[in-house]
């Protein structure tokens, strides 16, 4: 389980970004051309990759317009929707369940959070807060998320879940 990372650079001579890691992982490096090669080869594996990159797509674009179109208070219950639903894609843990409560480490500063969402450092701090105060969810650590009211914060947010399709694909 995990990501594939610079699938898009496929397309280009040069990286066309770069990514930086927020907690421990495991990476391996694959050649351009190995992977072009290998795809070309796969093509069913090529076509999953495909539908991923367009659903990574949407994911970016849903995550355009809630920066270009909410306040503050949707805005962030769309970030945790959103971190919450990929967890539960990617971990193992989690294994694609909704739990009555769901909790999550995400090491980010809220500076960073702030870049993600259009926001600043004091509005995320501000309107993490107010989730705290409402008993939507609690910070039993500096990087600890426990959400206990995820209808609440889908209902804020308007969240779609797109990961819901990556679930079922990955189930095929």
């Known amino acids: 389980e995990g990501d ?27 050649a351009t051309d190995q992977m072009r090669s290998f795809l070309a080869r796969n093509t069913r594996l090529s076509s999953y990759l495909y539908a991923m990159s367009n659903l990574n797509q949407v994911v970016l674009m ?6 270009a179109r ?11 929707m959103e971190i919450m639903s990929r967890t539960r894609v990617t971990s193992e843990f989690h294994n694609g369940r909704r739990a009555r409560s769901m909790v999550f480490n995400l090491p980010m ?7 993600c969402i259009g926001m600043s450092a ?19 650590a500096r990087h600890i998320f426990e959400v206990h009211d995820e209808a609440r914060l889908e209902e804020l947010s308007g969240f779609k879940n797109r990961y819901e399709t990556i679930a079922r694909m990955n189930s095929v």
Do not use: Y
């Open 122 to 140: 004091v509005h995320v701090s501000r309107t993490l807060s107010w989730f705290v105060e409402e008993e939507i969810i609690a910070r039993p």
């Open 70 to 80: 909410l306040e503050p208070k949707p805005r962030m219950a769309h970030f945790l």
């Open 109 to 115: 500063r809220q500076g960073l959070i702030a870049d």
């Open 62 to 67: 849903d995550r355009m317009q809630v920066i």
């Open 4 to 30: 594939l990372i610079g699938f898009e650079d496929l397309m280009f001579k040069k990286n066309v970004f770069s990514v930086t890691a927020i907690t421990n992982c495991r990476l391996a490096n694959v």
